[in-house]
């Protein structure tokens, strides 16, 4: 059984920062890519960003382009997202997803997921 598991969410003020944090125990880690999603309440479930599994590519949602950062290392079957310049309108949960894609648009997509951790709650506060 596939897990992921978040840390790192938290209440920051405005212009803050966060690095959320994604452990996967999937095998051949580096073959799936992998991405961020969130959702805040009475809203649906929204790409954040995603990185392919080498690595080599990154994909953001235009509303965190400029002030969030994806990364991995898949040594350590991790997965990261620096977040800076938060605003509230980022509170909401944040998910962890592993695809079985290991690129491409697609990794836009939460249908492309196929694996997801419980999420953790980014608050900021104005």
């Known amino acids: 059984q596939v897990q992921l598991e978040e840390t790192g969410g938290g209440l920051v003020q405005a212009g803050g920062s966060l690095r959320l944090s994604c452990v996967a125990s999937?095998?051949?880690?580096?073959?799936?890519?992998m991405g961020w999603f969130r959702q805040a309440p009475g809203k649906d479930r929204e790409f954040v960003a995603a990185?392919?599994?080498?690595?080599?590519?990154?994909y953001y949602a235009d509303s965190v382009k400029g002030r969030f950062t994806i990364s991995r290392d898949n040594t350590k079957k991790q997965v990261h997202l620096q977040m800076d310049g938060l605003k509230p309108d980022d509170t909401a949960v944040y998910y962890c997803?592993?695809?079985?894609?290991?690129?491409?648009?697609?990794?836009?997509?939460?249908?492309?997921?196929?694996?997801w951790g419980q999420g953790t709650q980014v608050t900021v506060s104005s």
């Open positions: 997803a592993s695809s079985p894609w290991s690129g491409g648009t697609e990794l836009q997509r939460v249908t492309t997921y196929d694996r």
């Open positions: 999937r095998r051949a880690f580096n073959f799936n890519g």
């Open positions: 990185i392919s599994g080498s690595g080599g590519t990154t």
